[in-house]
Structure formats: structure tokens, C-alpha cells
């Protein structure tokens, strides 16, 4: 081994790692990285009982120490619109500029009284890194108490940026976005295996989509349900000796003639472990040559 080369340690059982690659991030501008979900897990459990504890408190002081709404906590398809869609974002700054962020998103679900999602968490590339606590509550007294620092805006917090500078995305693009992006997670949902990467996990991978974007082994062109056209980039890998797929599904952006390439925009990205569902998503017409990411 040589001092010149490039050495990285666990943040939390400080086991060294040779490549950057195999390092999982939870948080944006931050060097605190970890060697695994495990240790991830570790690291944070004392920080997620301590918030835990604060909602007891909390829930006790408002008289809603449970609640049927909080079934919804197993509902995948909310909890991921929560995040990417919340109607309000709060981010708290601590004495030394840790920040925690809290995304809050009102559902109503048919005729019943409307909920309010709740999710503390860190922050990776614009959404949550790791969900320090979730919970729902139909108490808007609650609620309130999570609205936590200064209130961020969302038009800037999720503004989409290419090499050359900053893309404009007018508030129907973003839309068209994240109405895609539930198509998608709901067709992913069906085809998942209870064998496979959980999807509570899929933030902690989201440092392979730069390079399965920027080096794909494949890539795919299909059309979807509604006439589409979905960009499919899968790239294998190797992380301590477990192999698995990684998977950036893209919609294409028309910018106009202004930049005069295609402008592909992740949608959806996910790990995988099922051979299974590498074959589904591994159809449609083969891309040759790189595309404007």
C-alpha cells in the first residue's frame, strides 16, 4: 500500500476502503461516508430513537398518541410521493451547520379527513438521504411543530442542472416529472421481489447514478403504458463481493433549440439483486453511443 494512493475509512467501524465507489453517502457537501447499510444503520440509531422519543412527547402533549392514519406508514406509493413531492420543505441548521430537513405533504384520500406525511431526514442530491423519522398525523398542531428552521423553496430546492449550467424546468415539466415517476414506481412495485433491495434502501445507492449514467453497460429505448418513451441505463457492480444491477430509467426533456441535444432526466433509479426483474426491464430498442444526461 502507498500513501499516494487514495484511502477512504468507514465513518462508523473506520474499516478502510479502497475505491470511492464503494463508499455510501447519505448527505449532500458532507465527507461522512460508510462502508455499508449496516453501519449506516448503526450510526444513525441513537439519532432516530432520540427523534422517536421527541414524537412521543409530542403526540402525548396533542392527545394523538395513535392514530389510524398512521397505517399509511406502509404504503409505499405515498411515502414516495412524500418525498419527492412534498408540498413543504424545512430545513433546520444546527451551530455547526449539520442540517436536518423535514419534508411535509398533506394527503387526502377520497372523502375521508385529510393527513399530513411527515419525514425528518438528511439530505442527497435534493432528497432525503436517510429518513431519520417518518410519521402521519391528522393533527395540524403536529404538524406545525415539524415545520422546523427555515422553510426552503421548492422550485429551487428541486431545479435540475446540466454541465453547461443551470436548465430551466418551468413548475408542468416538474409535474410531468413526478407524474411519471409514480407510472413508474408503481409498474417497479409490481414486478418486485420480497427477496430484492427493499426500497426504503434505494437512497443509499444513489451515488451509482452518475456512473451508470456516464458508462452504461446497456442501454435501452421502450415505450411505456402511456406511449412514452423511457430511457433505460444498467450498469452491473460489484460491492464487497455482492454483485448487482443498477438502473437509471430517463424521460427525455425537449429544451428547444437553444441546447440542440437530447437532454435525458433521470426518473426513477434503483439496485437490484433479481435476475428477474433485470429481464423485464431489459427489452426495447438498443442505444448505441452516449446521450446528453
Not at 461516508?33 to 453501519?39: A, D, N, T, W
Request: aromatic share 12%.
Amino acid at each position: 500500500m502507498s500513501f499516494k494512493k487514495d484511502f477512504y475509512f468507514c465513518y462508523e467501524c473506520k474499516k478502510p476502503v479502497s475505491k470511492l465507489e464503494d463508499l455510501l453517502f447519505v448527505e449532500s457537501g458532507s465527507t461522512r461516508s460508510f462502508c455499508g447499510e449496516k453501519c449506516i444503520e448503526t450510526f444513525f440509531k441513537p439519532i432516530t430513537s432520540h427523534f422517536e422519543s421527541i414524537e412521543k412527547i409530542l403526540r402525548k402533549k396533542y392527545a394523538v398518541e395513535s392514530e389510524e392514519c398512521l397505517n399509511y406508514l406502509s404504503d409505499v406509493t405515498i411515502m414516495e410521493k412524500s418525498m419527492t413531492d412534498p408540498d413543504e420543505i424545512w430545513c433546520h441548521e444546527n451551530g455547526i451547520k449539520e442540517e436536518i430537513y423535514s419534508f411535509i405533504k398533506k394527503v387526502e384520500i377520497e372523502k375521508n379527513d385529510p393527513f399530513y406525511v411527515i419525514i425528518l431526514c438528511t439530505i442527497f442530491d435534493t432528497y432525503p438521504g436517510y429518513v431519520l423519522l417518518s410519521t402521519i398525523t391528522r393533527s395540524k398542531y403536529l404538524m406545525e411543530e415539524f415545520r422546523i428552521g427555515e422553510e426552503v423553496d421548492l422550485q429551487d430546492h428541486f431545479s435540475l442542472t446540466a454541465d453547461e449550467g443551470e436548465i430551466e424546468v418551468d413548475h408542468a415539466e416538474l409535474q410531468g416529472i413526478e407524474q411519471k415517476k409514480s407510472e413508474l414506481l408503481a409498474n417497479h412495485i409490481d414486478l418486485l421481489s420480497d427477496a430484492d433491495i427493499p426500497i426504503d434502501k434505494y437512497p443509499l445507492y444513489d451515488n451509482y447514478i452518475e456512473s451508470t449514467m456516464d458508462a452504461p453497460d446497456e442501454t435501452f429505448k421502450s415505450q411505456d403504458h402511456s406511449g412514452d418513451t423511457i430511457y433505460t441505463y444498467i450498469k452491473a457492480f460489484d460491492k464487497q463481493g455482492v454483485s448487482f444491477y443498477y438502473f437509471v430509467l430517463c424521460m427525455k426533456l425537449d429544451m428547444g433549440d437553444d441546447i440542440g441535444e437530447e437532454v435525458i432526466v433521470p426518473v426513477l433509479t434503483f439496485p437490484s439483486v433479481d435476475g428477474d426483474l433485470y429481464r423485464n426491464y431489459h427489452k426495447g430498442e438498443q442505444v448505441s453511443g452516449s446521450l446528453k444526461n
